[in-house]
């Protein structure tokens, strides 16, 4: 802590961004790979693609807002 250098607004840049690619990895691709996933098999099962679309937006808006809480 003292007497370390104090990063410069590039360092501090790459390193924030790092981090976002890793919560993006983590948190959020699983996410949208499920609400596709999910909207494939309401599609497959028969549902109509308007009420699909819906549904996966809306459970898909839910999670988000979850992780955006956490």
Avoid: H
């Amino acid at each position: 802590m003292f007497g370390s250098k104090t990063p410069t607004v590039d360092e501090q840049r790459e390193a924030f961004m790092a981090g976002l690619m890793e919560v993006r990895g983590t948190y959020i691709e699983p996410l949208f790979d499920t609400a596709d996933g999910m909207r494939l098999d309401l599609i497959a099962r028969g549902w109509s693609p308007g009420i699909v679309d819906y549904l996966a937006g809306q459970w898909l808006a839910a999670m988000l807002a979850k992780v955006g809480a956490a």
